[in-house]
């Protein structure tokens, strides 16, 4: 079988980002060793029934994982090195963020076995980090990345533009800075308005102004136009790194392999008794603990993904890749071919258009089809 992604969700925070609508949660006091006895009662459940499958890759998120205790780290690392079968190249990456009392912590998390280190950089300007809800200086971040990088083999760090008023000028000198202290990878996000957050609150008002969708499209093409001359090549929409460098884990998802998540709120794609089938977990922290608690697991939802869903959903991730979705893949997957899922009149209109192409291995999206995604898989998918 594949290589299994193991991702281990810890869904606090120190404060709530305006931006961020991820499972995240802030609290007085955390049961430190409450929490990571459901996280290793859940991961040891999951693996009685996956047995004992390839492991390809930890990922520790959240929320905020350097809020971990390092001994729980070192603890669900040792439990999934046991319980499923690791591959000698195991990546194992844990998110943090660069405030000092984190930073200080990550030589205990190498010790734990973490080989990976990701960083909430988000900006390299005091007054942007600010307005972003930022518990870190620009300062920190660049000691935190100074120390993430002698202390781990691979780092990579997190960066948003099109920010309110931001300008093409001002993107590219601060991401230059940025290149300047990258090692391998670099994850440059797009700001959205995600429904819910403090962030749509203030837009809905007129309060919170974005770059048009003109002037986002320009950032878009800068960004990857200065990474790669920094030798960081754009693998996906979001995504830049030097070849070797790309996050194995992250590629599991984009292309559709399976992935067990655990911990509250957190998604996985499983491969059970010949199905595949989409899992989901208690989103409350408390809850999901008592859940654990009582039936050794916090499944919320189970549900089996039928050909067309998986067909969907593959080509969704698939198309975000540089690489595209490989007609051999996609068969293997979803026991279609991609002939099968794709309407041909729009096939061929953004084949014309430059957006998509098509050979005899597969399709792949161009760059300026990656930027209008969701619009082509709307009218692509029959």
């Given at each position: 079988?594949?290589?299994?992604?193991?991702?281990?969700h810890?869904?606090?925070?120190?404060?709530?980002?305006?931006?961020?609508?991820?499972?995240?949660?802030?609290?007085?006091?955390?049961?430190?060793?409450?929490?990571?006895?459901a996280?290793?009662?859940?991961?040891?459940w999951?693996?009685?029934?996956?047995?004992r499958?390839?492991?390809?890759s930890?990922?520790?998120?959240g929320?905020t994982p350097?809020?971990?205790?390092?001994?729980?780290?070192?603890?669900?690392?040792?439990?999934?090195?046991?319980l499923?079968?690791?591959?000698?190249?195991?990546?194992?990456?844990?998110?943090?963020?660069?405030t000092?009392?984190?930073a200080?912590?990550l030589?205990a998390f190498?010790d734990?076995?973490?080989?990976?280190?990701?960083?909430?950089v988000?900006?390299?300007?005091?007054?942007?980090l600010?307005?972003?809800?930022?518990?870190?200086?620009?300062a920190?971040a660049?000691?935190?990345?100074a120390?993430?990088?002698?202390?781990f083999?691979?780092?990579?760090?997190?960066?948003?533009?099109a920010?309110?008023?931001q300008?093409?000028p001002?993107?590219r000198?601060?991401?230059?800075?940025?290149?300047d202290?990258?090692a391998?990878?670099?994850?440059?996000?797009?700001?959205?308005i995600?429904?819910?957050t403090?962030?749509?609150?203030?837009h809905?008002?007129g309060e919170?102004?974005?770059?048009?969708?003109?002037?986002a499209?320009?950032?878009?093409?800068a960004?990857?136009?200065?990474?790669a001359?920094?030798?960081?090549?754009a693998?996906e929409?979001?995504?830049y790194?030097?070849?070797?460098?790309?996050?194995?884990?992250?590629?599991?998802?984009?292309?559709?392999?399976d992935?067990?998540g655990?911990?509250?709120?957190?998604?996985?794609?499983?491969?059970?008794?010949?199905?595949?089938?989409?899992t989901?977990?208690r989103?409350?922290?408390?809850?999901?603990?008592?859940q654990?608690?009582?039936?050794?697991?916090?499944?919320a939802?189970?549900t089996?993904i039928?050909?067309?869903?998986?067909?969907?959903?593959m080509?969704?991730?698939g198309?975000r890749l540089?690489?595209?979705?490989?007609?051999?893949?996609?068969?293997?997957r979803t026991?279609?071919t991609?002939?099968?899922?794709?309407d041909?009149?729009?096939?061929a209109?953004?084949i014309?258009?430059?957006?998509?192409?098509?050979?005899?291995?597969g399709?792949?999206?161009a760059?300026?089809?990656?930027?209008r995604l969701d619009?082509l898989?709307?009218?692509?998918l029959?």
């Amino acid at each position: 079988m594949q290589p299994l992604a193991l991702y281990i969700h810890w869904p606090f925070c120190l404060a709530k980002c305006p931006y961020c609508d991820f499972n995240s949660h802030v609290r007085e006091r955390i049961d430190q060793a409450g929490f990571a006895a459901a996280l290793r009662q859940e991961l040891a459940w999951e693996a009685a029934r996956l047995g004992r499958r390839p492991l390809g890759s930890i990922f520790f998120g959240g929320g905020t994982p350097s809020l971990m205790a390092p001994a729980t780290v070192a603890a669900l690392i040792a439990d999934a090195r046991r319980l499923f079968a690791p591959l000698p190249d195991l990546e194992i990456t844990l998110e943090a963020n660069p405030t000092s009392v984190e930073a200080g912590r990550l030589a205990a998390f190498r010790d734990a076995g973490v080989n990976r280190v990701s960083l909430g950089v988000q900006s390299l300007e005091d007054a942007a980090l600010a307005g972003l809800g930022r518990q870190h200086s620009a300062a920190e971040a660049r000691a935190a990345l100074a120390l993430a990088q002698r202390s781990f083999p691979r780092t990579s760090f997190d960066l948003i533009y099109a920010r309110p008023g931001q300008t093409l000028p001002a993107w590219r000198a601060e991401l230059r800075q940025a290149l300047d202290l990258a090692a391998d990878h670099l994850s440059l996000y797009q700001l959205t308005i995600e429904p819910g957050t403090r962030y749509a609150a203030l837009h809905a008002r007129g309060e919170l102004r974005l770059p048009e969708d003109d002037d986002a499209a320009a950032l878009y093409d800068a960004t990857a136009e200065e990474a790669a001359r920094f030798g960081l090549l754009a693998y996906e929409v979001s995504n830049y790194a030097r070849p070797g460098g790309e996050s194995r884990h992250n590629l599991a998802y984009w292309r559709y392999a399976d992935y067990a998540g655990i911990g509250p709120g957190a998604h996985g794609r499983l491969t059970l008794d010949g199905r595949l089938c989409a899992t989901v977990r208690r989103r409350a922290p408390e809850a999901w603990a008592a859940q654990v608690a009582r039936d050794g697991h916090g499944t919320a939802e189970e549900t089996p993904i039928d050909a067309d869903a998986q067909g969907r959903e593959m080509l969704l991730m698939g198309l975000r890749l540089t690489e595209g979705v490989t007609d051999a893949a996609f068969a293997a997957r979803t026991g279609r071919t991609l002939a099968d899922a794709l309407d041909p009149d729009t096939l061929a209109r953004a084949i014309a258009a430059g957006y998509l192409h098509r050979d005899a291995q597969g399709l792949r999206a161009a760059a300026e089809g990656r930027k209008r995604l969701d619009a082509l898989l709307a009218l692509l998918l029959r």
